[in-house]
């Protein structure tokens, strides 16, 4: 069973935007605004998605 909510962090590169690509074509869906912050050395992102089925309606 796949976890209804994921908050996905990284750093700001190739491997951040991968992990999100692979969640949406799991099936999840972007839910709200990325956030973005600085600790002093690297970008770090973070997005919220969920998953829903036929079922979560």
Same mark, same amino acid.
């Given at each position: 069973? *796949?976890?209804?909510?994921?908050?996905?962090?990284?750093?700001?590169?190739?491997?951040? &935007?991968?992990?999100?690509? *692979?969640?949406?074509?799991?099936?999840?869906?972007?839910?709200?605004?990325?956030?973005?912050?600085?600790?002093?050395?690297?970008?770090? &992102?973070g997005q919220a998605?969920?998953?829903?089925?036929?079922n979560d309606k």
């Amino acid at each position: 069973m *796949k976890q209804r909510y994921r908050f996905i962090t990284g750093k700001d590169d190739d491997q951040f &935007c991968l992990r999100i690509s *692979k969640a949406l074509e799991d099936g999840y869906k972007l839910y709200g605004s990325p956030s973005l912050t600085f600790n002093g050395t690297d970008v770090i &992102c973070g997005q919220a998605v969920v998953w829903q089925n036929e079922n979560d309606k």
